[in-house]
């Protein structure tokens, strides 16, 4: 059974960083696609980026230029690097893969989502 688990969120001052993390189990991510997403209160989830098997990232334009993907293969875990971090940026971020980024843009509530890590962004 796959399972993401994602861990690395706590309270930063605007401005901030923090670096997120998604171990997977059950699931290689060395030949894979690793997406993050993120849900607001009173929002829908959303993905803010992804990174593929090779180099290739996208990253949304609320993000890009804030947020950097990378990975551990050996570890099979992702991360997110967040800088200049603002108070919009506060959600719980979720983590996901798959073959490819579109197949992982097309992640939703019928897919399994761990529990998620809160990013609160807060003076």
């Known amino acids: 059974q796959v399972h993401f688990v994602e861990s690395g969120g706590g309270l930063v001052q605007p401005g901030g960083s923090l670096t997120l993390s998604c171990v997977a189990s059950g699931f290689n991510l060395r030949r894979s696609a690793i997406g993050w997403f993120r849900q607001a209160p009173g929002k829908e989830r959303e993905g803010i980026s992804c990174?593929?098997?090779?180099?290739?990232?996208y990253y949304s334009d609320v993000v890009k230029g804030r947020f950097t993907m990378s990975r551990d293969n050996a570890k099979n875990t992702g991360y997110l690097q967040m800088n200049s971090l603002k108070p919009e940026d506060a959600a719980v971020y979720f983590c996901?893969?798959?073959?490819?980024?579109?197949?992982?843009?097309?992640?939703?509530?019928?897919?399994?989502w761990g529990p998620g890590t809160q990013v609160t962004v807060s003076a």
């Open positions: 996901a893969a798959d073959s490819n980024c579109a197949k992982v843009s097309a992640k939703d509530s019928r897919d399994s």
């Open positions: 990174l593929e098997d090779g180099s290739k990232s």
